[in-house]
Every structure is written in C-alpha cells, then in structure tokens.
Nanobody
Framework: HVQLVESGGGLVQPGGSLRLSCAAS????????MGWFRQAPGKEREGVAA???????SYADSVKGRFTISRDNDKAAVYLQMNNLKPEDTAMYYC??????????????????WGQGTQVTVS
C-alpha cells in the first residue's frame, strides 16, 4: 500500500522560508519520480517541482531560483525547500509519486500516488 505523508507547512511572512517534507512508503522508492504540486482556492492545480530517479530536477518558472527539490533515497523522502516566499505561493501543497514508464518518462501528474497535502500560507 503506497503512502505519502507531507509535513512542514505553516504560516510564514513574505520573504520567509519553509521546508516541506514527504515521507514515502509501500513501494520501491528509488525507481519512482517524485513531485510537488500546489492548488490555491479557486485555481487549478499546478506543478511546482519534480525530481527523477536519477536526481534530475525541473521547476515551474514561478519558483525557479527560490525553491529547491531534493530526495533522500535511504530515507524514502522528498523535500521542497522554499525561500523568499511570496503571498502568491499560498496554497495546499501535495507530494506525488509515480513509477517511471519503461522509456524513463515520469507519468506525473496523470498517473501516480498523492499525499493528503500540507497548507502553506504566506501573509
């Protein structure tokens, strides 16, 4: 049974920092791609950052230079370091994981497992 549990959200002032964590269990973690997504009230879900099984990363333009995604395969965890937070970063943040396609592509967000989310409020 795949389980993803996020933590680390909270209330922070503009310019502040938060570090989100996602603990994974129930699957072969190292062969999965991982990602962070967010959804603000009244808005569509958007991808924030992703990290592949080989450690390659990608970011939404809106967070480049401010957010850093990382993973610890030994701990089966993925992290999102968020610096210089802005009010527009306010959203529910979700961790997601998916097994890579045979050709190495990551199927997120169409196919995968999701956590329950952690709220980030910048105000």
């Amino acid at each position: 049974h795949v389980q993803l549990v996020e933590s680390g959200g909270g209330l922070v002032q503009p310019g502040g920092s938060l570090r989100l964590s996602c603990a994974a269990s129930g699957y072969t973690y190292s062969s999965y791609c991982m990602g962070w997504f967010r959804q603000a009230p009244g808005k569509e879900r958007e991808g924030v950052a992703a990290i592949d099984s080989d450690g390659s990363t990608s970011y939404a333009d809106s967070v480049k230079g401010r957010f850093t995604i990382s993973r610890d395969n030994d701990k089966a965890a993925v992290y999102l370091q968020m610096n210089n937070l802005k009010p527009e970063d306010t959203a529910m943040y979700y961790c997601a994981a998916a097994e890579l396609y045979l050709d190495g592509r990551c199927p997120l967000p169409d196919i995968g497992y999701w956590g329950q989310g952690t709220q980030v409020t910048v105000s």
